[in-house]
């Protein structure tokens, strides 16, 4: 019989190792998909991963889609750290996208450069407080907050919809469930490049987002707040000895996450699409806990698991296209990836170890043997 065994210490080559060989494996299962349907797997592989990148416009459109995982994988890190289990960051992401509709659609004549500034306050301050209400359940009443979370996500996403297609909407759209679109103000303006131009649809939402993750990494590297996040999810009891308080801790991680995930959906909605509708995430909420597994819970690293997943996103639309290859499969690449993740998180945490039961009756020689 095998048992899970806790290891004394983790090599950091096996920590370094676990992504790679997750991505390898991922690969490869997702080449013998492909054959399994039918489809070249080398050819398919290529239109996912290599054909994306073949165009600098693709370029742009592959950080553009990168910009909200990288943004909300940040703030994942924060809870995943503190050992809290926010699931709900694409409830947030629709709050805060809410938070920053309302004050765009209430100042329709806003000019300020200052504006934009103002509407990620609130999509901040809209997602803090939807990420601080399973906080508060799980502090008071001790309640689950996997479930709470993700059974809020529902929540916002049929607010939204009551939203837009009732008090928000616009009486100019013939029926459809829209709201009006942004004032100049509140739209992130295309980042153009000295001397290249615009790529895609690069906006500067994407510059903020490297911003974030940088700053984000040195919150919890450098700063002792950081570190009593860190600790309160490595060994609670160590950090209670040490006057941290857990509740604090659950509450502030909770905040941040839903803070950065409603950063993410305002940025999504006002460099993206201008104005509200039932659908202005595309499971970036969800999409961005695999990220954070991927990083290894490294802010830093957040930024390149972001893309490589946008990628994934991305081949996903150019396959359709060029191939015929359902869009589904991409859901299947991301499903697998998180299995092999959670897989190598689990073998680089523990060990198998081969236990062996000894009867009663049996003899030193046969012991040995057995």
Sequence with gaps: MFILKPRKSVPLSLTLLVPVVAIALTLLMGGLIFGFLGYNPVEALYEFFVAPLSRPDQIGNLLVKACPLIIIGTGLVFCYRANVWNIGAEGQLVLGAMGAGWLALSFPDAQSPLFIFAMAVAAMVAGGLWGAIPALLKIRFRTNEILVSLMLTYVAALLLDWIVRGPWRDPMSFGFPLTKTYPDAGLIPALILPGIGRLGQLHWGVVFAFIIAACGWFYLARMLSGYQIKLMGDAPRAGRFAGFSQSYNTMAVLVISGALAG????????????????????????????????????????IVAGLVVALAELGGDTAQISMGIPKVVTGIFKGILLFMLLAGETLTRYELVRVVRIKANQTPAQQEES
């Design 263 to 302: 950063l993410a959906g305002m940025i999504e909605v006002s460099a993206n699409i201008g104005q509200l509708q039932p659908n202005v995430s595309f499971g970036y909420g969800f999409t961005a806990i695999i990220v954070a597994f991927l990083a290894r819970l490294n802010p830093l690293a957040v």
